[in-house]
Protein backbone atom coordinates (compact mmCIF):
# COMPACT_ATOMS: atom_id res chain seq x y z
CA UNK A 1 0.00 0.00 0.00
CA UNK A 2 1.63 3.38 -1.19
CA UNK A 3 1.27 6.00 1.35
CA UNK A 4 1.58 9.93 0.75
CA UNK A 5 2.32 11.71 4.28
CA UNK A 6 2.11 15.48 4.09
CA UNK A 7 3.43 17.75 6.67
CA UNK A 8 3.97 21.30 7.36
CA UNK A 9 0.90 23.12 6.59
CA UNK A 10 -0.86 25.95 9.06
CA UNK A 11 -1.92 29.24 9.61
CA UNK A 12 0.89 31.92 9.00
CA UNK A 13 0.39 35.72 8.44
CA UNK A 14 0.62 37.23 5.12
CA UNK A 15 4.08 37.67 3.77
CA UNK A 16 5.22 34.82 6.00
CA UNK A 17 6.39 31.39 4.67
CA UNK A 18 5.74 27.48 5.08
CA UNK A 19 7.79 24.11 3.63
CA UNK A 20 5.40 21.43 2.61
CA UNK A 21 7.09 17.49 2.99
CA UNK A 22 5.38 14.75 1.54
CA UNK A 23 7.49 11.53 2.28
CA UNK A 24 6.58 8.71 0.32
CA UNK A 25 6.73 4.79 0.26
CA UNK A 26 6.80 4.21 -3.28
CA UNK A 27 10.30 2.19 -4.55
CA UNK A 28 12.03 3.62 -6.94
CA UNK A 29 10.76 7.16 -6.57
CA UNK A 30 13.50 8.60 -8.61
CA UNK A 31 11.38 7.37 -11.79
CA UNK A 32 8.24 9.75 -10.49
CA UNK A 33 7.15 12.75 -11.62
CA UNK A 34 6.23 14.78 -8.67
CA UNK A 35 3.86 17.56 -8.16
CA UNK A 36 1.96 20.14 -5.48
CA UNK A 37 -2.03 20.92 -6.07
CA UNK A 38 -4.06 23.47 -4.11
CA UNK A 39 -8.09 23.04 -3.31
CA UNK A 40 -9.70 26.54 -2.06
CA UNK A 41 -13.09 26.52 -0.97
CA UNK A 42 -15.79 26.33 -3.93
CA UNK A 43 -12.87 26.05 -6.78
CA UNK A 44 -11.35 23.16 -8.50
CA UNK A 45 -8.28 21.28 -7.91
CA UNK A 46 -5.23 23.61 -9.81
CA UNK A 47 -1.25 22.56 -10.17
CA UNK A 48 0.69 24.96 -8.32
CA UNK A 49 3.96 23.20 -9.06
CA UNK A 50 5.27 20.22 -10.98
CA UNK A 51 9.14 18.69 -11.29
CA UNK A 52 10.02 15.72 -13.66
CA UNK A 53 12.02 13.30 -12.35
CA UNK A 54 14.70 14.80 -15.04
CA UNK A 55 14.59 18.29 -12.66
CA UNK A 56 12.43 19.57 -15.37
CA UNK A 57 10.40 22.00 -13.18
CA UNK A 58 6.87 24.04 -14.07
CA UNK A 59 5.20 26.77 -12.23
CA UNK A 60 1.76 28.31 -12.09
CA UNK A 61 2.09 31.66 -12.91
CA UNK A 62 0.19 32.76 -9.60
CA UNK A 63 3.08 31.13 -7.26
CA UNK A 64 5.81 31.83 -9.65
CA UNK A 65 9.09 33.90 -7.84
CA UNK A 66 7.44 32.84 -4.56
CA UNK A 67 7.21 28.83 -4.30
CA UNK A 68 9.99 26.82 -5.15
CA UNK A 69 9.53 23.28 -5.68
CA UNK A 70 12.23 20.37 -4.70
CA UNK A 71 13.17 17.14 -4.18
CA UNK A 72 15.48 14.38 -2.48
CA UNK A 73 15.07 11.38 -3.92
CA UNK A 74 17.45 9.74 -0.94
CA UNK A 75 14.58 10.18 1.02
CA UNK A 76 11.75 9.99 -1.16
CA UNK A 77 10.34 13.43 -0.14
CA UNK A 78 9.80 16.25 -2.14
CA UNK A 79 9.09 19.81 -0.58
CA UNK A 80 7.61 22.76 -1.32
CA UNK A 81 9.44 25.80 -0.14
CA UNK A 82 6.23 29.15 -0.32
CA UNK A 83 7.52 32.54 0.46
CA UNK A 84 5.75 36.13 0.57
CA UNK A 85 2.61 34.12 1.51
CA UNK A 86 -0.76 35.72 0.52
CA UNK A 87 -3.91 35.24 1.61
CA UNK A 88 -5.16 33.96 -2.65
CA UNK A 89 -2.79 30.84 -1.14
CA UNK A 90 -5.25 29.77 1.40
CA UNK A 91 -6.23 26.06 0.73
CA UNK A 92 -5.83 22.41 0.95
CA UNK A 93 -2.64 21.61 -0.60
CA UNK A 94 -2.03 18.36 -1.78
CA UNK A 95 1.11 15.89 -3.10
CA UNK A 96 1.18 13.89 -5.95
CA UNK A 97 3.47 11.33 -7.53
CA UNK A 98 2.88 10.23 -11.00
CA UNK A 99 4.92 7.69 -13.47
CA UNK A 100 2.87 7.13 -16.85
CA UNK A 101 -0.67 6.22 -15.81
CA UNK A 102 0.09 5.35 -12.08
CA UNK A 103 -0.68 8.25 -10.11
CA UNK A 104 -0.92 8.92 -6.09
CA UNK A 105 -2.53 11.79 -4.06
CA UNK A 106 -1.68 12.74 -0.58
CA UNK A 107 -4.56 13.28 2.19
CA UNK A 108 -3.76 17.04 1.81
CA UNK A 109 -2.71 19.64 4.20
CA UNK A 110 -4.31 23.24 4.98
CA UNK A 111 -2.43 26.06 4.38
CA UNK A 112 -4.00 29.37 5.88
CA UNK A 113 -2.63 32.67 5.27
CA UNK A 114 -4.27 35.33 6.96
CA UNK A 115 -3.69 38.07 9.53
Known amino acids: QVQLVESGGGLVQPGGSLRLSCTTSISRFSNYNVGWYRQAPGKQRELVAAMGSGGNINYAQSVKDRFTISRDNTKNTVYLQMNNLKPEDTAVYYC?????????WGQGTQVTVSS
Open 96 to 104: NVVLGLIYY
